[in-house]
């Protein structure tokens, strides 16, 4: 299947800061990128879609401002986590669809989890 | 708003057993539902996708079902293995369209054990 690949895998930052976070697909273009946030022994919340060219959709109750997505390629997309505080600390996963196949399975990234202290 | 849940939450078995996990969802108007499974601290890997035309579909040890009318799914793993162990998730997909989003079950954790 089609491969989407996430950077940093982990990363652990002080309250405050901004941390990005990268979602790639690397053997398809996706012009549609989704990004879930994983609580522990939870189930996974959609928090935006992202389109390439556009600005992100929203989730209700995701703050746009807090939560910063770019998805300036068919290949790339970026999560930017804002003034980052410890309640932000969970596990992020994007996905995306690969249209030349039909884009009806979706395809996710191994994911990246964020502490911050 | 639809919602999708996983029965049962957590499920440990010997070696060898076959096993039923279960997913059900409110919404019958669906597009099509995906089974996942997710091992600690990882991503999703996609294991069975059904079309809401499907009645199930098979990979390996492992066969799905799908009876939209009444919002169920099932995926059914034969002879299960210690490396079975996960976290098996299904999502179900609203429409036809790409940006359409998948709504998640809440999963449900299953260890196989020697």
């Known amino acids: 299947g089609a491969v989407v690949s996430q950077h940093p895998s982990w990363v652990i930052c002080k309250s405050g800061t901004s941390v990005k976070i990268e979602c790639r697909s690397l053997d398809f273009q996706a012009t549609t990128m989704f990004w879930y946030r994983q609580f522990p022994k939870q189930s996974l919340m959609l928090m935006a879609t992202s389109n390439e060219g556009s600005k992100a959709t929203y989730e209700q109750g995701v703050e746009k401002d807090k939560f910063l997505i770019n998805h300036a390629s068919l290949t790339l997309s970026t999560l930017t986590v804002t003034s980052a505080h410890p309640e932000d600390s969970s596990f992020y996963i994007c996905?995306?669809?690969?249209?030349?196949?039909?884009?009806?399975?979706?395809?996710f990234g191994e994911g990246s989890r964020l502490t911050v202290l | 708003k639809q919602e999708v849940t996983q029965i049962p939450a957590a499920l440990s078995v010997p070696e060898g057993e076959n096993l039923v996990l279960n997913c059900s969802f409110t919404?019958?108007?669906?597009?099509?539902l995906q089974w996942f499974r997710q091992d600690p601290g990882k991503g999703l890997t996609s294991l069975l996708l059904i079309q809401s035309s499907q009645r199930e579909q098979t990979s390996g040890r492992l066969n799905a079902s799908l009876d939209k009318s009444s919002g169920r799914s099932t995926l059914y793993i034969a002879a299960s293995q210690p490396g079975d162990s996960a976290t098996y998730l299904c999502a179900v997909k609203a429409d036809t369209g790409t940006a359409s989003k998948l709504t998640f079950g809440t999963g449900t954790r299953l260890q196989v054990t020697l």
């Open positions: 996905s995306a669809r690969d249209l030349a196949s039909g884009g009806r399975e979706l395809f």
């Open positions: 919404d019958s108007a669906i597009y099509n």
